[in-house]
């Protein structure tokens, strides 16, 4: 009986063995398609990037057209900055006068609402 009762033994062995190679295999395989899978989609993206890249130049230059429509659109910018600081520097004292004057024209009464409260107690 020892015989055959190790004979099984044997068996069970060498199954598990065959089991523990097919999940390594399996565990393998898997690793190589994610790896494989992680390849084509970095791929597919550099792709994309590249094509959002050129249909972003293409636009950029239907807009903006060649270097003389940026020059006359930065001087454009310029003009309109000059404008800007010249309302600034005429407007300055005008404004900082009438802040003055509403900031320091403080009246000393009470609002009627504040009156009728501290008359009727409920203040």
């Given at each position: 009986?020892?015989?055959?009762?190790?004979?099984?033994?044997?068996?069970?062995?060498?199954?598990?063995?065959?089991?523990?190679?097919?999940?390594?295999?399996?565990?393998?395989?898997?690793t190589k398609k994610l790896r494989d899978a992680k390849t084509e989609a970095d791929r597919e993206i550099a792709q994309f990037k590249a094509q959002q890249e050129d249909r972003f130049q293409r636009d950029v230059a239907e807009r903006w057209g060649n270097q003389e429509g940026s020059r006359e659109l930065e001087e454009a910018t310029q003009r309109e900055i000059g404008m800007v600081r010249q309302d600034?520097?005429?407007?300055?004292?005008?404004?900082?006068?009438?802040?003055?004057?509403?900031?320091?024209?403080v009246r000393l009464e009470l609002p009627e609402i504040v009156k009728k409260s501290i008359r009727t107690g409920s203040l």
């Open positions: 009986m020892a015989d055959p009762s190790q004979a099984g033994i044997q068996a069970l062995l060498r199954a598990e063995e065959e089991a523990s190679r097919i999940v390594n295999r399996a565990r393998e395989n898997r600034y520097t005429a407007n300055k004292d005008a404004v900082i006068e009438m802040m003055m004057k509403h900031v320091l024209a």
